[in-house]
Nanobody
């Protein structure tokens, strides 16, 4: 069983930055793609970013491209989401997730089998 624990959320003014972290345990972290998703109040959960097991492939939602950066440290079993130039519309609960299968990259929620509990990000205008 894999466990994912997010941290780093909080309240920030528009234009500010936050760095989310997600620590994984229980399964070989370095073999699986990781993703970040978010869910705003009254909206469905949506894809934000994904990174392959070896960090060579990264995908971003159009809404965050150029502002957010996903990265990972396989030695620390941790994936990060650096969020810059934050906007009020980035306000959401952010979740990290691990792919069900090894050695691929995906952006589809159904392909992710393990999820963290989420961390709240609030961007004030």
């Amino acid at each position: 069983q894999v466990q994912l624990v997010e941290s780093g959320g909080g309240l920030v003014q528009a234009g500010g930055s936050l760095r989310l972290s997600c620590a994984a345990s229980g399964r070989t972290f370095s073999s699986y793609a990781m993703g970040w998703f978010r869910q705003a109040p009254g909206k469905e959960r949506e894809f934000v970013a994904a990174i392959s097991a070896n960090s060579l492939s990264k995908y971003y939602a159009d809404s965050v491209k150029g502002r957010f950066t996903i990265s990972r440290d396989n030695a620390k079993n941790t994936v990060y989401l650096q969020m810059n130039s934050l906007k009020p519309e980035d306000t959401a609960v952010y979740y990290c997730a691990q792919d069900r299968a090894r050695w691929r990259i995906t952006i589809h929620q159904d392909d992710f089998g393990a999820w963290g509990q989420g961390t709240q990000v609030t961007v004030s205008s």
